[in-house]
């Protein structure tokens, strides 16, 4: 396995998430070997890269990848986006970036009355807005223009709705699409229509609804929701409202997947590296430990999965929680209290 604390708080997280994955395998007798890469900010501050050249080659002969987070302040977030997640992503055609957002124990959500929620966020990953394509145009002139080009095509439409609709299957069976076709009318009205032809194939009900509707319903009535599939930029902003209103940011996971598995998946908090806090041993390392979860699962080791989240589970009923959670234990502290449950 490849490990990648990068920036902030993933270095905090990382440490212990890493002892909790070990702990559920070794109850069923497995190891894993981890190769620490020393990949991010501090790298592109000494080199100019956030990774080696030769990096991805490097990442292709391991099973997954594990990341923690990359972003610093001084650093643009373009170069670290485009100069290691990015590129990972594409690379290893991570088309998938799939995003459980549920209730859990001991967490209340900040939304008044809201229900329990069981949901996840199918998010297209490789194309849709986040796009190279375009450029810049009259700089600093009265007629300075930016054009941003987005991108859509029918085997990247059709693959990622597939995955949903093939998870959905498995659930309750309803896919939700984000759309904005009444907007956006050109990209928008084709995604609609290969999700209709996807799901209509494979027997799973579809409701598209526009991104407008669909946050206000998320917040108002978020038990409505399965699985929910959407573009690039749309799954990006779903999965932080869903995750903020599950409670915290600080516990979601996230996995981005090469289903085909020619190439490693990619398994990331989907927290940053948030600077506000990193130094202070306070980071909720939870995120961390559920993606360790969703990467055993990948790897075939759905048991040790199970018991990984079943012990944090069991830590945050306890009350056992971060200052984000309103607690008071520090990152270790959760972490050590994960082990002891999977020790037990
Ligand atoms: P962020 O997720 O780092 O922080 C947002 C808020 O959530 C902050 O108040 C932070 O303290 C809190 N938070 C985040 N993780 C937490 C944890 N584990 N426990 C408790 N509280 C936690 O997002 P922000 O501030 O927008 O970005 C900071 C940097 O991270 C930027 O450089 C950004 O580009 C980068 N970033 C990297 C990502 C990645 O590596 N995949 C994803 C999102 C942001
Ligand atoms: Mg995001």
Redesign the pocket.
């Known amino acids: 396995m490849a490990v990648i604390a990068?920036?902030?708080?993933?270095q905090e997280?990382m440490p212990p998430a890493i002892t909790c994955v070990d702990a559920a395998l070794a109850r069923h007798g497995h190891t894993i070997e981890w190769t620490h890469l020393d990949w991010g900010s501090d790298l592109y501050l000494r080199t100019g890269s956030m990774m080696p050249r030769d990096g991805l080659d490097l990442l292709s002969s391991h099973q997954a990848i594990f990341?923690?987070?990359?972003?610093?302040?001084g650093?643009p977030?373009t170069e670290?986006?485009w100069g290691l997640?990015i590129p990972i992503r594409r690379a290893f055609e991570q088309y998938v970036n799939l995003r459980p957002v549920r209730s859990l124990p001991g967490i209340t959500s900040p939304v008044a009355g809201g229900d329990a929620l069981d949901l996840v966020i199918v998010r297209e990953n490789n194309e849709g807005e986040y796009s190279e394509i375009g450029g810049r145009a009259y700089r600093d002139r009265a007629q300075e223009m930016a054009i941003q080009v987005d991108v859509f095509t029918r085997a990247g439409i059709t693959k990622v709705a597939e995955f949903a609709a093939g998870y959905a299957a498995h659930r309750r069976g309803l896919v939700t699409s984000a759309t904005k076709s009444n907007g956006i009318i050109h990209s928008m009205p084709f995604w609609d229509e290969v999700t209709a032809q996807v799901c209509a194939a494979n027997g799973v009900e579809l409701e598209s609804v526009l991104i407008d509707a669909l946050v206000a319903k998320l917040v108002l009535q978020p038990s409505h929701f399965d699985v929910i599939v959407a573009s690039n930029l749309f799954g990006d902003i779903l999965s932080?409202l869903a995750g903020a209103i599950a409670g915290?940011?600080?516990?979601a996971p996230?996995a981005n997947l090469n289903p085909e598995r020619t190439y490693p998946s990619l398994f990331?908090?989907?927290?940053?590296?948030?600077?506000?806090?990193a130094g202070q041993g306070?980071?909720?390392?939870?995120?961390?430990v559920w993606s360790g979860a969703m990467m055993l699962d990948h790897l075939g080791q759905h048991e040790a999965a199970a018991d990984l989240v079943a012990a944090f589970e069991a830590v945050l009923a306890r009350g056992i929680v971060?200052?984000?959670l309103g607690g008071t234990a520090s990152?270790d502290e959760v972490g050590d209290a994960i082990v002891a449950e999977l020790t037990a």
């Open positions: 990068g920036d902030g708080v993933g997280v990341l923690g987070a990359v972003g610093m302040p650093v977030d670290t986006l997640l932080d915290s940011i600080g516990v996230s990331e908090p989907v927290h940053g590296s948030a600077p506000d806090i306070i980071a909720n390392p939870i995120g961390q971060t200052r984000d990152t």
